[in-house]
């Protein structure tokens, strides 16, 4: 991945990947399989339809591995150009059949016209909402919950079970321990907005309580960037 122009407009602070090799791997604050947690990201991206074998392209996942293990994988696939965040292949231990899904979808936006939007992917039990530009868009129920979560680090920009990477730009990712409802979810897409008072200075403390990871490439540390 390499550096670029954020959403602000300020050099070097949000990262391009290039939908073939490029992904940053930014750990495992989340643990293994919880119950609620949130992932929030801004994302940007001209590339529609979805990325070779048929999948999405993917822009935060924990899943690399055909093994058992699962993740609320948050992609944006299909002509709709649509976000998501859903347990793609929920096994039970032993194997057998994935886990019953279902959708509703009220709000669908096209996010590959070259804009930066904010998505949001929420887990609270067995439901997966997901948000985009402060809107609820997409919810799944998980009606039969075989999920076992996944022991790996998450990536931005990479899906390592379906060998799928993004293609586009993605600045500020926020990881938390907790379901944001959608008056957090409102609360941090204002505040990181550029306009509506992010002003590409982003203050942790301003933002809804429970984050376990940020990261807004700004003095990254020792987490490989690839």
Not at 172 to 181: E, G, Q, S, T
Not at 186 to 211: A, D, H, I, K, M
Request: glycine share 14%; with cysteine.
């Amino acid at each position: 991945a390499t550096l670029t122009t954020d959403r602000c407009g300020i050099p070097n602070s949000a990262y391009s990947f290039n939908g073939s090799s490029d992904y940053i791997d930014i750990g495992n604050a989340l643990g293994t399989n919880p119950n609620q947690y949130s992932q929030s990201v801004w994302v940007r991206t001209t590339v529609s339809g979805n990325a070779p074998g048929g999948w999405g392209w993917v822009v935060l996942s924990k899943r690399h591995a055909n093994d058992g293990s699962d993740w609320g994988t948050i992609a944006i696939s299909g002509t709709a150009g649509n976000a998501s965040c859903w347990y793609d292949d929920a096994f039970p231990n032993n194997g057998g059949s994935v886990s019953s899904v279902t959708f509703t979808a009220p709000n669908i936006q096209n996010l590959t016209d070259g804009n930066w939007h904010h998505v949001v992917g929420v887990r609270s039990g067995p439901l997966f909402t997901t948000y985009v530009n402060g809107v609820r868009e997409l919810e799944s129920t998980l009606t039969v919950d075989r999920s076992n979560g996944s022991t790996a680090n998450m990536h931005v920009g990479n899906h390592g079970a379906w060998n799928v990477f993004f293609n586009g730009d993605i600045d500020d990712v926020r990881i938390y321990n907790r379901a944001l409802n959608q008056q957090d979810v409102v609360q941090l897409f204002n505040l990181e907005s550029c306009g509506g008072g992010g002003g590409g200075t982003p203050n942790p403390t301003s933002r809804p309580p429970g984050v376990v990871g940020w990261k807004n490439w700004q003095g990254w540390g020792n987490k490989p960037v690839k």
